[in-house]
């Protein structure tokens, strides 16, 4: 995939929620809600400030992230889905064992 997003936008793949609850129930896939969760793919050079400075970008390529229910725009590359947001939809970074688990 050849995309670059541009100033403080992020590229994000959605990760797959579990199919089934903490009880054993099974989810079916009309009862799912979007997760909220994602990994970032790409991420632009950052914001510039008033003095024409770049603002350095929180986030990289390969964090995993949380985020709004109603955030980014969803758009397809290359067959694939993706989100493409601000950097200030982003609510934040899932670091250690939570990101671990997930993998």
């Known amino acids: ?32 809600e979007k997760p909220a969760e994602g990994e970032v793919v790409a991420v ?13 970008m929180d986030v990289k390529a390969g964090d995993r992230i949380l985020f709004g229910k109603w955030s980014g725009t969803e758009i397809t590359i290359d067959g694939e889905e ?3 947001m601000k950097e200030s939809d982003i609510l934040g970074i899932i670091e250690g064992s939570a990101a671990a688990k997930a993998a």
């Open 82 to 84: 993706l989100l493409i």
């Open 44 to 56: 632009g050079a950052g914001a510039r400030d008033e003095d024409g400075d770049r603002i350095a």
């Open 1 to 32: 995939m050849a995309f670059k997003p541009l100033h403080d936008r992020v590229l994000v793949r959605r990760v797959e929620s579990d199919e089934k609850t903490k009880g054993g129930l099974i989810i079916p896939d009309t009862a799912k």
